[in-house]
């Protein structure tokens, strides 16, 4: 299995994230992580790129602890498009995407015919060829935002991590990143693990939903059976309605106020 996590412990400062958090992710599949703001989920997206480090615990990757992969094998195993991309170098579109491509490649090693070829067909399939020759510093948060997933895909790791990777976007390129996504589960037998906001958004895509609450997996398992109204209720304190959609194939939740929330908008 790609990751494995047996009873992780993790604090920020004197606050406590996680205490004995344990969780498998599976090969080719598609995972929503869903759950309130402060919960856990991008510190354990962090934990699993190795940007930080467990208190406790273990964290195996292809059954080899992750503290023990160097930092180009790491990166040829692991990508991650973060929420919020920044980088103050004037690198062209173009050369952000390439850099996706640099764990591959041997030291002092320039990119050869197939790096380029891999770099033309995720910013074709990502819309981003049009502008790979502008300055990344002067692209709009969804345009860079958009680079910063086919720099990913360019990468070609087993597994990509999604943090709120389109927060950004608009809907069109949403839906099309994420079909992206789920087609590289799907074709390639990839794992994919994505932090939503959008339970919907999750539904239709994910074919399995973790649920966090207050640094613990409160649910978890695939979506068909682990989305319903009593677990949202748990984690969410929200009262909703989950029904099947025909349109989009796939569960979906209408959400209703309740009456503290009615008296706050008031």
């Known amino acids: 299995?790609?990751?494995?996590?047996?009873?992780?412990?993790?604090?920020h400062g004197r606050r406590r994230v996680f205490s004995n958090l344990t969780l498998r992710l599976e090969k080719g599949r598609f995972y929503g992580l869903v759950g309130p703001n402060g919960c856990g989920k991008t510190t354990l997206m962090d934990l699993l790129c190795r940007q930080r480090t467990p208190a406790g615990g273990s964290i195996r990757l292809s059954g080899r602890a992750l503290a023990e992969y160097g930092r180009k094998a790491l990166a040829r195993r692991v990508s991650l498009v973060?929420?919020?991309?920044?980088?103050?170098?004037?690198?062209?579109?173009?050369?952000?995407?390439m850099m996706g491509r640099y764990p591959h490649l041997?030291?002092?090693?320039?990119?050869?015919?197939?790096?380029?070829a891999m770099v033309d067909d995720v910013m074709e399939r990502t819309d981003t060829a049009r502008f790979r020759h502008r300055l990344v510093t002067e692209l709009s948060g969804g345009?860079?935002?958009?680079?910063?997933?086919?720099?990913?895909?360019?990468q070609d790791a087993e597994v990509m991590l999604l943090d709120e990777a389109t927060s950004n976007l608009d809907v069109n390129h949403s839906l099309a990143l994420l079909n992206l996504a789920a087609e590289q589960v799907r074709r390639r037998g990839r794992t994919v693990l994505a932090v939503f906001q959008d339970i919907n958004l999750a539904a239709a895509f994910c074919s399995h939903l973790i649920f966090m609450h207050h640094g613990a997996i409160a649910a978890q398992g695939p979506t068909d059976e682990v989305l319903d109204a009593e677990i949202l209720q748990r984690?969410?304190?929200v009262r909703a309605k989950v029904y099947f959609e025909p349109y989009t194939a796939s569960r979906q939740v209408v959400f209703k106020p309740t009456e503290e929330h009615h008296a706050s908008v008031d």
């Open 106 to 116: 041997p030291r002092f090693s320039a990119p050869g015919d197939r790096d380029h």
């Open 1 to 11: 299995m790609p990751f494995d996590l047996d009873n992780i412990c993790f604090s």
């Open 82 to 97: 973060p929420q919020d991309f920044r980088i103050n170098f004037p690198f062209t579109a173009g050369e952000v995407v």
């Open 235 to 237: 984690v969410f304190a």
């Open 143 to 154: 345009e860079r935002q958009r680079v910063v997933f086919a720099r990913a895909l360019a």
